[in-house]
């Protein structure tokens, strides 16, 4: 993922374009300039200028996991044997690729990384489990809490 500029302060015009969009990336960019009383080019301009920067990384859909049958959301804390740059580097390129790692942090306190996985069964989720940390020597322990309820994903970053 690309750092963002240092070079490049948001000014009030940029917050109020980043709120809007962050809800709905699809609003047409002459509604974006009505409400933050801007010209539909100024927005464009701003919005290009930020992707640049690496202010925004991305534009994507959030999807109804149910509606795709993937019914199992495990948050799983993995502990590494040890914090070596080579180690780390290592599983966060594994955890990376692994389609089904919808999020991955690493964290302080005595766990290594947090995960979000999604997948469609408990027997998919054994075989991820198998694959990414029961069979890697890397990995000195993990824990696996399953969601009841995904009571709220996909927020917006509060900007002030």
């Not at 809800?23 to 047409?28: A, I, K, S, Y």
């Not at 009383?37 to 100024?42: T, Y």
């Not at 994507?60 to 804390?77: F, G, L, P, Y």
């Not at 322990?141 to 009841?148: D, F, G, M, P, T």
Request: aromatic content about 4%.
């Amino acid at each position: 993922m690309k750092k963002p500029s240092t070079s490049r302060p948001l000014d009030d015009f940029d917050k109020a374009i980043l709120r809007l969009v962050q809800r709905d990336n699809r609003m047409p960019q002459r509604q974006i300039a009505d409400r933050v009383n801007l010209s539909a080019a100024a927005v464009q301009r701003r919005i290009a200028s930020m992707e640049k920067a690496g202010i925004i990384v991305a534009n994507s859909a959030e999807v109804d996991v149910h509606a795709v049958n993937m019914s199992i959301t495990a948050i799983v804390e993995i502990t590494m044997k040890d914090e070596r740059l080579e180690t780390v580097d290592n599983a966060k390129a594994l955890f990376r690729a692994a389609p089904e790692v919808q999020q991955c942090y690493y964290v302080t306190g005595g766990t290594s990384f947090l995960l979000v996985i999604v997948t469609k069964d408990v027997m998919t989720y054994e075989d991820i489990t198998r694959r990414l940390f029961a069979t890697n020597e890397s990995v000195e322990s993990y824990r696996s809490l399953i969601a009841l309820d995904r009571v709220k994903t996909g927020s917006a970053i509060t900007i002030p």
